[in-house]
């Protein structure tokens, strides 16, 4: 992040550069990942944006420190006219409070007019996991690329997050010296968001798919190199992946539900359904809170209401 990112912000220099100083003290000190950092960086150029044009000209720090409760329901109103939803609401809401912080704790100013403000309300959403029997197509599957080397490589980290819940964050941020290569490594060592670390179980079919990848990858990786590349030997980009899974959502049928990330959601869903720990599934994904974890639950009732409506001779 250089020192001419605050032009985006559509506010006065004093306000963008503290906007900038903010962004890398969350990416710095906080460990907040660049996903985090773009999207609060989008938040405050939406909202400066917005000023600009409520107070006619770019916000500056006292402007800031006069705002109202009423502007920032303004706010929250205008984006809410454009279409926008109450997940993105609050975390909108939640990045200029975290912002409002961090200046309230360096002596900048203080607003005490966002504390009158509530969240809007998010919808209650329940994870939506593929079948087992999608699970482990989509897992297996090497035919998505004319590459063999590639789709050996799709597999693996396919496996990765279904097999191990990993985020694609997770399993894209492995280093080859992390992967589980030997047959002596039972777990794999994960740090998650917030830095903090967690161990999976790794299968052997984990093993096999990262064998299979690197056995054909036709680049000399090294040690404290990424474990996935793409094909001019950079780490490999989510965005690939994510590619990846279109294609074979296409080629099985499935819905558009079907994500990288859903395959995380297999993996809980399908752990409980064969009568694993809530508390275990916790640690497996690196939930702060087990009521995160709990939101599972709400899947496995689902998909139970689900087979007796059409076992049930009465349904």
């Not at 609050?90 to 002596?107: G, K, V």
């Amino acid at each position: 992040m250089s020192n001419t990112d605050y032009i985006s912000f559509n506010a006065k220099p004093e306000v963008a550069e503290k906007i900038t100083s903010w962004l890398k003290m969350m990416l710095v000190e906080k460990n907040a990942s660049r996903h985090t950092i773009e999207a609060y960086a989008r938040d405050l150029s939406q909202f400066g944006s917005f000023l600009q044009h409520h107070l006619g000209d770019g916000a500056g720090l006292s402007d800031l420190e006069d705002l109202s409760a009423m502007d920032f329901r303004a706010f929250l109103a205008d984006r809410r006219k454009q279409g926008v939803e109450s997940r993105t609401l609050a975390r909108q809401l939640s990045a200029i409070r975290s912002f409002y912080r961090y200046l309230e704790r360096n002596e900048i100013l203080a607003n005490p007019a966002l504390s009158a403000l509530r969240a809007p309300k998010r919808p209650h959403a329940i994870p939506k996991p593929l079948d087992i029997k999608s699970a482990r197509a989509v897992t297996g599957d090497t035919s998505s690329s004319p590459l063999g080397w590639v789709s050996a490589r799709d597999a693996a980290v396919m496996t990765l997050l279904y097999a191990c819940g990993l985020r694609i964050s997770e399993s894209l941020g492995l280093n080859l010296k992390d992967a589980p290569l030997d047959s002596g490594i039972q777990t794999l060592v994960i740090t998650g968001k917030g830095g903090k670390t967690r161990m999976v179980p790794v299968l052997p079919v984990v093993r096999e798919a990262i064998q299979s990848y690197l056995q054909q990858c036709p680049f000399d990786l090294t040690p404290d190199g990424p474990l996935f590349v793409g094909v001019k030997g950079a780490r490999l980009n989510a965005r690939n992946i994510q590619l990846t899974m279109q294609k074979l959502r296409g080629a099985f049928g499935l819905s558009d539900t079907a994500t990288p990330h859903a395959l995380r959601h297999s993996f809980a869903t399908h752990l409980l359904s064969g009568g694993a720990d809530l508390r275990a599934i916790q640690e497996l994904l690196g939930h702060a809170s087990l009521s995160t974890t709990q939101i599972y639950t709400e899947v496995d009732g689902a998909h139970l209401l689900q087979q007796y409506a059409k076992a049930h001779p009465r349904a």
